[in-house]
């Protein structure tokens, strides 16, 4: 399959990029377009045959539930029941953006395969113009995981979609850069009170400004894994880079100290950080933007991930960022990338 990508422009009439995309959809076909998260892999969340399209592109186990994306907020009744009222407040404060709300599933209306053994469904709108058009275009909900293969960093660009899925897919839209970088904020609304699954864009303080407090797991590097669903026998596949990554303090003259280490052992090292070190020693450096800047870090993290697989680095160091606001979900991030390693030297 030849993979096309189309580039909309919002100074541009698209209507034809658009319909062609739409007409794919209709057909039971996949799209890949942008979100302001990261890139989706989008098929008919109604269609079944066109939803298993998805997983076999992205070689991801059929058993992880995909998020369903809709292009209007009344939507959200067509595909859940028992709204709570705290739902509403959520949606009006957040939507569109990085919030995906679980409800339970209305039975009979999304593809059995989108929540594969779920009575939930997670829903959100994407704060996005192409994403929105897309959908508003299409008039239904787009079933949508990251348009990654599995096993890979979540594509923030185009080009890193047709890495991964050229020939695997018939179309990408193109819209750029996303502008949040990380995927957005899982809170399951079932639960009471509502729990945090996954965090991202939107954070556990701007939710609780908005519903009071959630639950949301502390948990310590390499432990219980929040992002799983509490469904028996799930195993989740995150992504880990070619060479060992591990978490550093955010100290240059600590990092410095241990590429020195780690060359006196004959190893090449890639080191990920923000733009103000100067860490010369490093075999290849990526700045991942100004220090205490977190949602700059949230915008580069897989870019610079992607960076680093591209090196022949034998193992990679990540400084730590804040955990406040948008870096919990670095942090996240990037503790399941190091399967919770850190270097101490
Ligand atoms: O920002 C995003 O959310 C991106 C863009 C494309 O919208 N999408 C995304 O989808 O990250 P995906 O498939 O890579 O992640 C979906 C995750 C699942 O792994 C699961 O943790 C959670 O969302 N999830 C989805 N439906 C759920 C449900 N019914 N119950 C619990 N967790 C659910
Ligand atoms: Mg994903």
């Known amino acids: 399959m030849e993979t096309e990508i189309v580039s909309v422009d919002n100074d541009m009439d698209n209507s034809v990029s658009y319909q062609r995309a739409v007409d794919i959809l209709k057909d039971g076909g996949v799209v890949a377009f942008p979100t302001e998260t990261v890139y989706g892999l989008g098929a008919l969340a109604t269609d079944a045959v066109a939803v298993q ?7 991801r186990p059929s058993d992880n539930p995909l998020i369903v994306h809709i292009g209007n907020k009344e939507d959200v009744n067509n595909y859940a029941v028992d709204v709570p009222e705290n739902a509403g407040k959520l949606m009006d404060a957040f939507w569109p953006g990085p919030l995906t709300l679980v409800f339970h599933k209305k039975p009979g209306v999304i593809a059995e395969n989108v929540t594969p053994g779920f009575d939930t469904v997670g829903i959100r709108m994407p704060d996005h113009p192409v994403a929105l058009n897309l959908l508003r275009t299409l008039d239904g909900p787009l079933a949508a995981p990251s348009a990654n293969r599995s096993g890979k960093p979540s594509p923030t660009e185009a080009a890193h979609v047709m890495t991964d899925l050229d020939g695997r897919i018939p179309l ?6 996303t502008g949040v970088g990380v995927e957005s904020t899982v809170l399951d609304m079932t639960a009471n009170p509502p729990e945090i699954l996954r965090p991202g864009g939107v954070t556990r303080e701007m939710i609780e ?4 407090p959630v639950r949301a797991e502390d948990k310590s590097p390499g432990v219980a894994d929040e992002e799983a669903p509490r469904a028996p026998g799930m195993k989740y596949m995150h992504y880990a880079p070619e060479s060992p990554l591990f978490v550093i303090r955010r100290d240059a003259a600590a990092i410095r100290e241990a590429v020195k280490q780690l060359h006196a052992e004959g190893k090449r090292v890639a080191v990920i950080g923000p733009d103000e070190f100067d860490i010369t020693e490093a075999d290849w450096y990526f700045a991942a933007g100004p220090l205490h800047d977190n949602e700059a870090m949230a915008v580069n993290l897989y870019s610079a991930l992607r960076q680093c697989d591209l090196t022949d680095a034998d193992l990679i160091l990540a400084a730590e960022t804040d955990y406040e606001g948008v870096g919990q979900a670095v942090m996240n991030r990037l503790l399941k990338a190091a399967d919770g390693k850190r270097y101490d030297g």
């Open 53 to 59: 399209r998805i997983f076999e592109a992205k070689g």
């Open 172 to 177: 990408i839209v193109d819209g750029g850069r």
């Open 209 to 212: 400004e908005v519903i009071g």
